[in-house]
């Protein structure tokens, strides 16, 4: 009976371990296309993943260990992630890292460069559970067929075949009624008030004006169409994954954004004139309104390209992944006619601005509501920002933005020197761009692991160095102190040294860390606590870290001074 318990007792562990040794697995599939006619191939990872475990993906905190392919003989047009959900910690909280709790595939469709010659791929992924594992797969692609053209169609818009080709005419279509819906949508119709309230004001102006006017402004945005498709089309010669609305994915594009909007809101409450044009010296005023609904409409088309609406995704994968460059151009030209259809409707018939009321007192109140709206508007940017950067780099941003704001207002003050005022406006905007220049993609990061008393109590029982972060969203110091762990030498320590760098997230109520504090005697934040390992005694750190005093205290401690 005995022995019979044993037997099953190891049957039961060999067979759990062949389990958990394929808990996660990776099943490599590709499409039946024939290369010796055509050399476009989708290749699909089917990831199995395991009870407990997850990938991350490739947005967000964890997007550096997302699964990636290196190619041989292939070169990558386009590659198709599902859709991904925000990750949790171990407290069941949102952790900021998203990534796939389940099965998923990911498509790559691959032009290949020689066709006698096999393509290979290198996958690596890193799968997460109690502990995260790297893993490594090469080999050369077979072409099984696995990978059906109904699984194709349903990742690539439009549903195309191997050999894709479409009927322009169609494409073209889709891109000015997707154009024109973008009217509506919240990121852009804030904008479109600007041009709005232009032609409101010339209500009584001529009508060859009125025409003149809508006609610039449609081709402000038929011009930034162009050439943000030129750019991209461009762009992915050498990029091959970059999409539309790329710039988008810039936090400093994203801030000089938020500027423009802000500086229309202030241009509608009367604190800043952005008519700069009808200065009398210049002797251009009788082309101001042209420049301005010019800008307006480059700006609207910059806004608008960001919000992928109705038959824009139809369209804008013709263009970018199917299309020859005049091609491309043409559909791109169409988002743009699209998108100023009402104005130049209005550039046929004029006449239709006389029905407008005439400017008066209502039309005052009405430019200060849109100065409302444009300040409404800047929480798009900021909420972008907020996913992008840190919390400290979105509130430093926020104060370069308030502090153009108010040398603004100086600026026109009559008691404020103007010289003190230009100065300000200029320091405050080069220091928002600084804010936000990105640092050099060499640089490690410290991979932060979230708090646990398993993984606090592990890393002690291994005898590993580990750093307690305390911190929360709501602590203005800490979030100054957190810049300092991005620096490029102290990332390097952390990793050369092994150090298990931990972070104790007070912004909400628990329990645990509370508990954890009070042990190491602590009451408040920043707190810090360095644990050198070898069952040396911890040491706190001050509250506001510096290099040199953290490098210093590290290395101190390393080294048993």
Not at 310 to 315: L, N, R, Y
Not at 342 to 362: A, D, T, Y
């Amino acid at each position: 009976m005995f022995l019979g318990k044993i037997v099953s007792f190891l049957l039961f562990f060999v067979f759990s371990s062949i389990l958990q040794l394929a808990s996660s697995k990776v099943v490599v599939r590709t499409s039946a296309c024939d290369l010796s006619r055509q050399d476009s191939l989708f290749v699909a990872f089917d990831f199995e993943i395991g009870n407990g475990e997850h990938l991350t993906a490739p947005i967000g905190k964890g997007k550096s260990v997302a699964p990636r392919v290196s190619w041989e003989n292939a070169k990558v047009v386009n590659v198709f992630w599902p859709k991904s959900e925000q990750l949790l910690d171990s407290d069941g909280q949102k952790s900021g890292y998203w990534g796939y709790g389940a099965n998923f595939s990911v498509i790559y469709h691959l032009n290949v460069e020689d066709k006698m010659q096999p393509v290979k791929y290198n996958l690596f992924y890193v799968v997460c559970g109690d502990s995260c594992v790297q893993s490594q797969s090469e080999g050369v692609l077979e072409l099984n067929g696995a990978l059906s053209d109904e699984e194709v169609q349903s990742v690539v818009t439009p549903k195309l075949p191997c050999t894709p080709k479409f009927s322009l005419l169609v494409m073209i279509l889709c891109a000015i009624v997707g154009g024109l819906i973008m009217n509506c949508m919240p990121c852009v119709f804030p904008v479109i008030s600007i041009k709005i309230f232009s032609i409101l004001k010339s209500a009584m102006a001529k009508e060859t004006e009125v025409r003149r006017q809508c006609i610039c402004f449609s081709a402000g945005t038929v011009s930034i169409f162009l050439l943000l498709g030129a750019v991209l089309v461009l762009l992915r010669e050498v990029v091959p994954n970059i999409g539309w609305g790329f710039y988008m994915q810039s936090p400093l594009c994203i801030f000089l954004l938020l500027l423009v909007f802000l500086l229309c809101s202030l241009h509608f409450f009367e604190i800043l004139n952005l008519d700069f044009f009808k200065i009398k010296r210049m002797k251009i005023s009788a082309k101001s309104a042209y420049v301005t609904s010019f800008c307006n409409g480059a700006l609207c088309g910059i806004v608008s390209s960001s919000c992928v609406g109705p038959f824009v995704g139809i369209a804008v994968a013709s263009a970018v992944l199917y299309g020859n460059f005049i091609q491309s151009m043409t559909i791109f030209s169409s988002f743009g006619i699209g998108l100023s259809l009402p104005f130049l409707l209005i550039s046929l018939f004029p006449r239709f601005v006389n029905k407008f009321p005439k400017p008066g007192e209502w039309l005052v109140t009405f430019k200060k509501l849109m100065g409302f709206a444009m300040l409404f508007s800047c929480i798009w940017p900021i909420w972008i920002l907020m996913s992008q950067v840190s919390n400290l780099e979105v509130i430093l941003s926020i104060l370069s933005i308030i502090s153009i704001a108010m040398f603004c207002w100086m600026l026109k003050q009559a008691k404020f020197s103007k010289i003190v005022s230009v100065a300000g406006l200029a320091i405050s905007f080069f220091y928002g761009v600084y804010n936000l220049m990105p640092s050099s993609g060499d640089n490690e990061s410290i991979a932060w692991k979230v708090y646990s008393d398993e993984v606090f109590d592990n890393a002690k029982l291994e005898k590993l160095p580990i750093f307690l972060n305390f911190t929360a969203s709501w602590c203005l110091n800490c979030q100054f102190n957190e810049r300092l762990f991005d620096d490029k030498n102290i990332a390097e320590y952390f990793h050369r040294n092994n150090v298990v760098a931990i972070k104790c997230d007070w912004t909400n109520r628990n329990e645990k860390i509370n508990a954890l504090m009070r042990e190491h005697g602590a009451v408040a934040l920043p707190f810090y606590v360095y644990y050198p390992g070898d069952d040396k005694d911890y040491v706190i750190l001050p509250s506001m870290l510096t290099k040199v005093s953290l490098l210093s205290t590290l290395n101190g401690q390393r080294n048993g001074k």
